[in-house]
């Protein structure tokens, strides 16, 4: 939807190719004139506003930085962000092009104008502001200016896949088919475009009827389904126990048919044109590739482009899983994998992640492979009969430096930290799969204060003693978490002869499966450290730091507007809970926060933490183990629906801060 055509996308991804008209523009003819003083100021809007007011605008404006301090925005202090109905041109030549100064005085005007509300419309309008606000606009920005010019080219066609990559995924959650239905202002445009569709997805806007992006908040319907089946409200179980579930709910097929003549039609069959267009996209990008060095990176694109012309995932994932941080410079995943994004939690989701390896990782991969086995067999240990530890030869975490996401990758709020990969079949199976941590995001001096500001309103002074404002921490957490995923009961495990997703049902085996990787990333710190592979402090700092993620979670409530479960908020306040029950976590309402101003706090007792952490490990790898629903079901009526956890307190406290909502920017 937000497809731009390939030669915009070309001019706009490449800074080298001369914008048209360029010639012509005063700077380039007359330069002996002296520069008529163009004395207008940039000063209108403080940085945070600006941006704030340049999404509900729906223009790609970002101040990156006020690196002068001077408080003016200047030209080298702004990008263009990708990924919005039109292309930024804000600069030629080191100075302001008039197309900047219009979306200047746009946004300035915008903000210094606001709505007044007078019918039901303008309300509407209004909820949707506060929707976007909730997210403060957080730029990934990339410099290819130095790249080659094959891999200049190359970057061009991953751009042009990532753009049919939204078209598909667009099309598949329904948005596509509401985008006629749009309003003309432009903080619906906005919101439709950032919430890849018209629901509103923040905390504090997503359960009013009223928000949404088109009057009347039509429900997308998924193209995954018939439309007639999704007007039941299960139509997921009937789905479960309709005689052909299996094929039916399987990941690469959408169901097409109606009553109970249901087919499962592969995805190459349902969307031959779309799926045909990123084989040949690229099979151009594998092509643009010149460099010998990159013959991992082109053989999985040319294994990719086939998949998606054949619908057999398989020889795309044994080519995928060939690459690795010491035969490519690149990391691109594009497949349908994750199913978090349906309601029946059962469908692969298009996705582009297209990211550059960071070297990083190779001093964690060399202290934690040596005690991988150890890892599983403390997991096996606590899991209990009838798990047996098993051998596990995953990769521990690549790190990558995100470019672009697109599809099911680029969330309206927050992003995807880590990523274990593929889901099904051989290379899954087979301990063979990829796990990827994306070290990039989350660092930036707004998020780092951020979060601090959060964690210093809900935790006392003492806890925020062992709180770090530095990502590694959680860049641990993220490692631990990821590689839980391959330890223990997992993807292929089967009790009773029943997979994870029979036992539990998709969206409660998924909380399950993500409470298992989560708690890895508590469980497994108290093993590295006694073995002295991480400092006593980073265990302290990662446990806390791993404490207020999970405050962050339960900030964003447990369920959707639609009444779907939020996986990692489910998972948050089961570890919460689970930590308070244990009195590893304390909650006192007359205590101070660590702001000093908040009353009321959570106090973290380290002397208690390893014990709490191994018995909620025992717990939750136990009830996989054993494929114990009744069990799955208590931990989340007491903690996601009962009242141990503080939710409101912790809401209160945390939605005073918007959330990342990522952006994009590439020059090259
Ligand atoms: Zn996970």
Redesign the pocket.
Known sequence: MNRLPLLAVALLACKSAPPPGAATTPETTQPATPAAPTARAYDQLPRADLNRWAVRQNLPVYWIADRDQDGQLDPDEVAALLFYPTQGDWVRDGRFTPAFDAAYDQIVRAAKSPLVVKTEDDRRRELVGLDLDQGRATLVATDFTALSEGDKKFVGHMLVVADLVDDLYELQNGATALEPKLPPDLESRSLFRRNRGPACVAPATEKDPLCSAIPGAPKPIFDLYPAELQKQADFCATLQKHEDARTLLSPFTVVRGSGDKLTAVPYTEAYPQQMTAIADELEKAAAAIQDPAEQALVAYLTAAAQSFRTNDWRPADEAWAKMNVDNSRWYVRVAPDEVYWEPCASKAAIHLTFARINQGSRAWQQKLVPVQQEMEQAIATAAGRPYRARKVTFHLPDFIDIVVNAGDDRDPLGATI???LPNWGPVANEGRGRTVAMVNLYGDPDSLAARRAQAESMLDAASLEAYASSTEPGLLSTIL??AT?NLGPAHEYTVRGKKAGAVFGGPLASVM??LK??TGALYLLELLRAKGIISDELAAQSYTDAIVWALGHVSQGMYTGTGERKTYSNVAAIQIGFLLDRGALTWDSKARAGNGKDVGALTIHRDKLVPAVSAMMQTVAGIKARGDRAAAEALSKRYVDGDVVPHAAIQERFLRFPKASFVYSLRM
Do not use: F, I
């Open positions: 880590g990523q274990s978490h990821e995923h499966e993500e990787a989560q």
